[in-house]
Structure formats: structure tokens, C-alpha cells
Nanobody, 116 residues
Framework: QVQLVESGGGSVQPGGSLRLSCAAS????????MFWYRQAPGKQREMVAL???????NYADSVKGRFSISRDNAKNMVYLQMNSLKPEDTAIYYC??????????WGQGTQVTVSS
């Protein structure tokens, strides 16, 4: 049974930083692509960042240069370092795992609030 547990969310002022973590279990972590998605109130869920099994990364245009995704296969962890946060980054952030067969698994989400 695949489980994804996010942590690290919270409240921060504009310009601040947060680091989200996602602990994965129940799968062969190293072969799966890992994602961070977010959903703001009244908006659709959007992909923020992804990292493939080989370590290639991709980002939404809105976060390029500010956010960085990384993974530690030895610890079954994926991270999202978020710098220069803006109020529009406020959302629930979800960790997701995509298997080679394109099955997706989701975490429960962690709230990020950027406000002065």
C-alpha cells in the first residue's frame, strides 16, 4: 500500500522560504516519478514541479527560479524548496507519485499560506 505523507507547510511572509518534505512508503521509490502539485481556493489543482527517476526536473513557469525539487532515494523522500514566496503561492500542496505504469498516488496535502 503506497503512502505519501507531506510535512513542512505553514505560514510565512512574502519573500520568505519554506521547505516541504514528502515521505513515501509501499513502493519501489527510486523507479517512480515524483511531483508536487498545489490547489488554491477556487482554482484547479496544478503541477508545480516534477522529478523523474533519473533526476530530471521540470517546473511550472510561475515558480521557475524560485522553487527547487529534489529527491533522496536512500530515504524515500522528495523535497520542495520554496524561496521568494508570494501571496499567490498560497495553496494546499500535494505530493504525488507516478509509477512506470502511469498510476498516480497522492498525499493528504499540506497548507502553505503566504501573507503579511
Amino acid at each position: 500500500q503506497v503512502q505519501l505523507v507531506e510535512s513542512g507547510g505553514g505560514s510565512v511572509q512574502p519573500g520568505g522560504s519554506l521547505r516541504l518534505s514528502c515521505a513515501a512508503s509501499g513502493s519501489i521509490f527510486s523507479i517512480n516519478a515524483m511531483f508536487w502539485y498545489r490547489q488554491a481556493p477556487g482554482k484547479q489543482r496544478e503541477m508545480v514541479a516534477l522529478i523523474t527517476s533519473g533526476g530530471s526536473t521540470n517546473y511550472a513557469d510561475s515558480v521557475k527560479g524560485r522553487f527547487s525539487i529534489s529527491r533522496d532515494n536512500a530515504k524515500n523522500m522528495v523535497y520542495l524548496q520554496m524561496n521568494s514566496l508570494k501571496p499567490e503561492d498560497t495553496a494546499i500542496y500535494y505530493c504525488a507519485q507516478r509509477t512506470p505504469g502511469f498510476t498516480y498516488y497522492w498525499g493528504q496535502g499540506t497548507q502553505v499560506t503566504v501573507s503579511s
